[in-house]
């Protein structure tokens, strides 16, 4: 199966290579942490300076050139849209009701400063309730729904600053 990267450089140069080009390389290993490319006719020493796995980031050098590069996939880029990635601050500033319900409690008020998981409302859906909590550390700006309120799926419950 094809898979697709997304290649940055420097955090200045962004492409794409997929798992079908990188196998046409020729690539031979020279030494530890070094190798001989060949592509397009062109031949390349490279050396592998430093390597990050879990951040998917390497500082290579090529032909006595140094560049740092991230390399992510189509799941990292997945994770990344959904919020979840590591060390980074999570930008949601809008809760939405994530289902039809009855706000049966609202905890906070705007001006309150709340902590990531701190609980907002109850929302009772379907006979159940459940707490939503803060996806972030942040300063709570508007409130669109009150205790009692009916709510649909997505409608705009709390803003954050």
Do not use: C, W
Not at 7 to 36: C, G, M, P, R
Not at 118 to 132: F, Q, S, T
């Amino acid at each position: 199966m094809k898979q697709t990267f997304s290649v940055n450089v420097n955090n200045s140069y962004d492409f794409n290579i997929d798992s079908a080009s990188l196998s046409e390389l020729d690539i031979i290993k020279t030494a530890a942490s070094k190798y001989h490319v060949l592509h397009d006719n062109s031949s390349f020493e490279v050396t592998i300076i430093s390597e990050d796995y879990s951040k998917k980031s390497y500082k290579v050098k090529v032909n006595n050139n140094v560049y740092n590069i991230n390399i992510n996939n189509s799941l990292d880029q997945l994770i990344k849209d959904l919020g979840f990635e590591i060390g980074s601050s999570k930008k949601i500033d809008r809760i939405t009701a994530p289902m039809p319900g009855l706000i049966l409690e609202m905890s906070v008020n705007v001006g309150d400063e709340v902590k990531e998981n701190d609980p907002l409302l109850i929302l009772e859906a379907m006979k159940m309730e459940n707490v939503i909590t803060s996806p972030r550390d942040g300063t709570i700006k508007a409130i669109s729904a009150k205790k009692g309120d009916a709510v649909d799926k997505n409608q705009l419950l709390v803003e954050f600053e």
